[in-house]
């Protein structure tokens, strides 16, 4: 229990580090990170919308990941914002997108798209496993305090 605990501790750690992280990021420099999201592959609405919206979400993330009662919440949004990132990289990776864009400002800019897929896929690995270790952890307490009675 103590192995599972410690585990489930450290991934909603991660992931409200890296939430936390990249949501800073753009934040603290901000002018390139609107540069950068008008080069990405999106139609401008979308865009403006993405723009503001993903440094709120990544944050409210990282919040929902540090509270104890909301933490399974930030686990399902952090797998759903990790999907959706890995699914997009893939997308790139692969080459869907006419232009390739450019991730030479962002957090992560030293990576090459293939490091970038790599890297989601890891994150969205502890999410799913932090799902599982958050439903495994309540069904023991649940049948130990059945079992108490």
Request: include cysteine; aromatic fraction near 16%.
């Amino acid at each position: 229990m103590k192995l599972k605990y410690w585990l489930y501790e450290s991934f909603t750690a991660l992931l409200a580090l890296l939430f936390l992280f990249t949501a800073l990021s753009k934040l603290m420099d901000f002018r390139i990170y609107l540069h950068e999201m008008k080069s990405q592959p999106f139609d401008k609405v979308f865009t403006a919308i993405l723009i503001y919206c993903l440094p709120v979400v990544e944050i409210l993330t990282a919040l929902l990941l540090v509270v104890p009662k909301t933490r399974f919440k930030g686990l399902i949004l952090s797998f759903v914002l990790m999907m959706a990132f890995t699914i997009y990289v893939s997308l790139i990776t692969f080459h869907f997108f006419r232009q390739v864009p450019c991730s030479c400002a962002g957090v992560f800019h030293h990576m090459t798209w293939l490091q970038h897929l790599l890297f989601n896929l890891f994150f969205t690995a502890i999410a799913v496993w932090g799902v599982y270790l958050h439903n495994l952890i309540n069904a023991q307490k649940t049948l130990a305090s059945t079992n108490g009675q």
